[in-house]
């Protein structure tokens, strides 16, 4: 496994993370996300800097600064052609590394993830949480799949690779420090702005 911890880290570092990006990368798709960043930063109010958590080729930060662009934003993404991408690209700073040893010295004022979260192995979701919490000067925005309760499904014909649950409720349930601003969901086969089927919820820092 190298020098991961986890199955999960080495399954996106490695060249199923370099092939997500081909099945990912359709020309049309930063402006499917538009309506929902739009939505998300309107209700974050005044946001001036992101960091996003797992953002492959950046999709969901070249939407925010076409709606904003003098946002400052920052990735983490673990796959090395991904990251490469998103320098050449040259609109965020680029940490090429896991999210598990992400230790960074700084706070953003929307800290990210968006269909990330389901990829990481459950036993390290408690620190991936608690990171989110300290690196959050403002909002954390989950978007991922959403399930009641915890639940593995099959990846593309992997198993152990996919985990749906409640990943906000167990975030907030870990601090007294957030609270849910909204919540809501996007779909596949919504006639105009068609995305993958998330559940988003915005918190906020309270103290």
């Not at 958590?53 to 950046?58: D, E, K, R």
């Not at 598990?100 to 968006?114: A, G």
């Not at 300290?134 to 152990?160: F, H, T, W």
Request: a negative charge.
């Amino acid at each position: 496994m190298g020098d991961y911890r986890t199955k999960q880290e080495e399954f996106w570092a490695r060249s199923f993370g370099s092939e997500y990006i081909g099945r990912n990368s359709d020309g049309e798709m930063v402006s499917r996300l538009l309506p929902f960043w739009s939505d998300i930063m309107r209700r974050a109010g005044g946001v001036s800097s992101v960091l996003e958590l797992g953002s492959n080729i950046g999709l969901n930060l070249r939407a925010l600064k076409m709606l904003s662009p003098a946002i400052e934003l920052s990735a983490v993404e673990i796959n090395e052609t991904s990251a490469g991408i998103l320098r050449e690209w040259g609109g965020c700073e680029v940490f090429q590394k896991s999210i598990l040893d992400f230790e960074p010295s700084r706070t953003w004022e929307l800290v990210f993830t968006r269909g990330v979260l389901i990829h990481i192995n459950p036993d390290e979701l408690p620190g991936v949480y608690d990171m989110m919490t300290k690196v959050s000067s403002r909002c954390i925005l989950i978007a991922e799949y959403y399930n009641p309760v915890p639940v593995e499904v099959p990846y593309r014909g992997n198993d152990g690779f996919l985990f749906k649950r409640d990943f906000a409720g167990e975030i907030m349930d870990r601090t007294d420090s957030l609270r849910l601003v909204d919540y809501g969901f996007v779909y596949h086969r919504d006639p105009i702005f068609p995305q993958d089927d998330i559940t988003w919820f915005l918190l906020e820092r309270v103290k």
